[in-house]
């Protein structure tokens, strides 16, 4: 079927989409000084959670530059460090250009041989056919990362292989945004976001939009993360129209420096906070009566529940003065409006799953749902689910049935049941100890998991190393490509191949491909469905190119690839209060899509997995206060994942800009910590616990808690020598080996910013 053929198919009987920009006059591509600009989203490698509207410059077949687009109302001409360095990641003399192979036996050895995409292809049919002939489908694990725009197109390879087990790999309780998107459906129905303005192509001059009087910044530093579909100078703009700040963070970054109320918390003690915070303003009689009494569940038990939460409990906890918690409770019980920026630090925590649902309860009592300047539902605009929320259903049509769907590892947790999730920690223990059955063999887009998300990478190396086969499709030889990769697949940054944007549900758009790939590169959604085409009959093969299959995919949205392409964005209408209207459920009744019909803070859900229905707080497993005899050998507080402004999770080590910006692995540190401990700003030190430990620098600054060290994380040295045989260095500054693999009780969240350690210098 060629792609004249889809567009017809594809858009028959399907109305015109009603948006709110009008793209008349709206150029995609013109001459400029002698190059060929393309007005395009970049959104896929190198890594990046957001689709920055971009101009790209092409000379004679070569991206000369690239600026951020001033006409794009998503980024409004704004990049970050990242995107303009661009062009040295796409030209790097260490890209992967080639499918290569490399025998079993030298796994580990910079050994790989140059090979065709036909041969590769036959090779990973053959030894996928001959794992799942032998041990099953489910022997097979599909994993994924973060970096690039494969969120809803994983599940496809994984209904290819027909496996069950696919997610995150080896992400220990699936903490990033799994936990709180799932707890917090539970409480409100779906995922809920900040406002500002993002929803309008006229943003802040949209009359309908109001500043938030006070923003939560809750576990991340915007600014600098840029993360999950929203920008941090969104709210620098949003302040400039008088929005405050109320900052929860151990560290005083730049946005801290400008709350109203900073709050230094302990790592680990936020869902104490928050319950704090919704305790006072209930004592102090300030929630929103009317939302609470029309449309919320159970609030009577609720306000008796956190009656056990007191403020004194939550500053004894946290380590904050009384008096803060209080003044904070009585802003955001006073503010017109209140929106929660939440990060991944809430999932951080080995009940991070419960964390989320805290700070929701903190937005329900106090009315901040669907109103302006409130917390908005994120919904895959016109209807766009695969590049935004996937869900189970988006690929039925293009394979047959999982075989054995109940065979999936999701390690007995309730709620990772409910939401058919793997358990990336069952999966590493089943690895290891071949329980309930062993997986044999991986398949890994986007994914450097020795390196970066994988807790305890002192286990993971070896059970990789142990697979009867290994595929890893990246941009650069990795530490865990260069570890466990029997096949290595090339994949292609965003300049080099077409796509639609996603990961947000503000706009869709497209992104159109400038150059040729660099070598023989493909993109990531190209090498699924040319690999996965292997394992299905004719009746499954829907399209045969790319711009088909983008085709296929934008099929009932009125949109075809190149009409996409051709106005760059289009968002959808909008309105508030949609919980008044029956725009949030399914039945077009008004409230919430809850099994109440409600806001939950009771919950029946967590009830029925065994758990409290209300949001609780236990202390992290390893803490002063849970641990008192670990704490006498390691009596600092371990945080780690802060983002820096150079890097992406383990990105962009290769590139030179980067790496002046930020040179070597990291940690800050209490001058007065440090001083106790014989270490000066500068020092090569070692930072320890029970589990392992990891070499870095000391950065000394007053902005942190003395009890507190933040570590760097996802370190590897890409300039060193892939034969010295320390897969460049990945264990040397890795500071995952002091976190263990094990989930909270729920299977959801762990405690990657809230383990103990101690610090000590490296003495030459």
Request: proline residues 7%.
């Amino acid at each position: 079927m060629d792609a004249g053929q889809m567009n017809d198919q594809g858009t028959a009987g399907i109305p015109e989409p009603k948006t709110q920009d009008d793209p008349t006059g709206r150029e995609w591509t013109w001459e400029e000084d002698g190059m060929t600009v393309l007005r395009t989203n970049a959104r896929t490698g190198p890594g990046c959670h957001d689709n920055c509207g971009v101009l790209l410059y092409v000379k004679d077949g070569v991206l000369e530059k690239i600026e951020g687009d001033p006409e794009n109302p998503f980024n409004q001409g704004r990049l970050c460090p990242r995107c303009l360095a661009v062009k040295e990641m796409l030209y790097h003399k260490d890209r992967l250009k080639y499918p290569q192979k490399r025998a079993k036996e030298d796994r580990g050895k910079n050994t790989f041989e140059r090979i065709s995409w036909e041969e590769a292809y036959d090779i990973i049919e053959r030894e996928m056919r001959a794992v799942i002939d032998q041990y099953g489908e489910e022997a097979i694990w599909v994993t994924q990362g973060t970096g690039r725009d494969i969120n809803g197109y994983g599940p496809l390879m994984a209904q290819y292989f027909g496996t069950p087990n696919y997610g995150t790999g080896f992400l220990s309780g699936i903490a990033c945004y799994g936990p709180r998107i799932f707890s917090t459906a539970l409480k409100s129905g779906g995922l809920f976001v900040c406002d500002y303005s993002q929803f309008f192509p006229e943003r802040y001059d949209d009359p309908r939009w109001e500043a938030s009087e006070y923003i939560l910044i809750w576990g991340n530093n915007p600014v600098v993360a840029n993360s999950d579909g929203m920008l941090g100078h969104w709210i620098v703009e949003s302040m400039k129209r008088g929005s405050k700040l109320i900052v929860m963070d151990p560290t005083l970054t730049w946005l801290a420096g400008k709350a109203d109320v900073w709050l230094q918390v302990r790592p680990g003690t936020d869902a104490a906070l928050a319950l704090a915070l919704c305790d006072q303003i209930i004592k102090d009689d300030l929630y929103d009566h009317e939302f609470v009494d029309c449309w919320c569940y159970g609030f009577a038990e609720f306000a008796e529940h956190v009656k056990q939460y007191p403020v004194s409990l939550a500053a004894e906890t946290c380590g904050v003065p009384e008096d803060l918690i209080v003044e904070a409770a009585r802003k955001i019980g006073a503010a017109k409006s209140c929106c929660l920026q939440w990060g991944v630090a809430m999932d951080h925590t080995s009940e991070g799953f419960i964390t989320g649902m805290a700070c929701f309860d903190l937005m329900a009592l106090t009315g901040n749902f669907e109103n302006p300047g409130g917390m908005l539902l994120s919904e895959p605009c016109f209807g766009m689910a695969v590049t935004s929320s996937p869900r189970g259903d988006q690929w039925e049509a293009c394979t047959p049935p999982i075989p054995h769907p109940e065979r999936k590892n999701h390690g007995g947790y309730k709620p990772l049941e409910a939401m058919n999730g793997i358990s990336p920690d069952a999966l590493l223990d089943s690895m290891e100890t071949g329980e309930p059955y062993k997986i044999r063999a991986m398949w890994m887009q986007t994914n450097n998991p020795i390196t970066c998300m994988g807790a305890a990478p002192q286990r993971i190396l070896p059970a990789l190393q142990g697979m009867d086969f290994n595929v890893v499709v990246d941009l650069f030889l990795t530490p865990t490509a260069l570890a466990c990769a029997d096949v290595l697949l090339p994949a292609a940054c965003f300049a080099e191949r077409i796509g639609i944007t996603g990961h947000q549900p503000y706009a869709l758009g497209a992104i159109a491909q400038a150059i040729e790939p660099v070598g023989e590169c493909k993109s990531d959604q190209r090498i699924i469905y040319e690999m996965g085409s292997r394992f299905v009959t004719d009746e499954y093969k829907l399209w045969d190119d790319e711009h088909s299959f983008y085709d296929y995919l934008l099929r009932k949205t009125g949109f075809t690839y190149d009409s996409l392409k051709e106005r760059v964005w289009a968002y959808p209408e909008f309105e508030y209060y949609k919980y008044k209207t029956g725009k949030l459920r399914p039945d077009g009744t008004p409230g919430f899509a809850t099994s109440t019909g409600r806001y939950n803070f009771y919950c029946p859900e967590m009830a029925r997995f065994g758990f409290s229905p209300f949001a609780t707080y236990e202390e992290p497993p390893e803490s002063p206060v849970s641990a008192p005899d670990l704490a006498k050998d390691y009596p600092l507080v371990l945080t780690t994942g802060a983002r820096t402004w150079g890097f992406f999770h383990s990105e962009h080590r290769q590139s030179p800009s980067m790496r002046r910006i930020h040179p070597d692995p990291q940690f800050l540190v209490h001058p007065e910590t440090a001083a106790a401990n014989g270490i000066a700003d500068g020092d090569w030190c070692v930072i320890e616990n029970h589990l392992g430990s990891a070499k870095m620098r000391a950065h000394t600054t007053l902005r942190i808690r003395k009890d507190t060290v933040s570590a760097d994380h996802a370190w590897w040295f890409p300039e060193r020598d892939p034969g010295d045989g320390t897969l460049f260095g990945v264990m040397e500054s890795n500071i995952n080996q002091l976190i263990p693999m094990r989930p909270g009780k729920s299977g959801l969240g762990a405690s990657y910013k809230s383990q103990l350690c101690r610090i000590s210098k490296v003495e030459e």
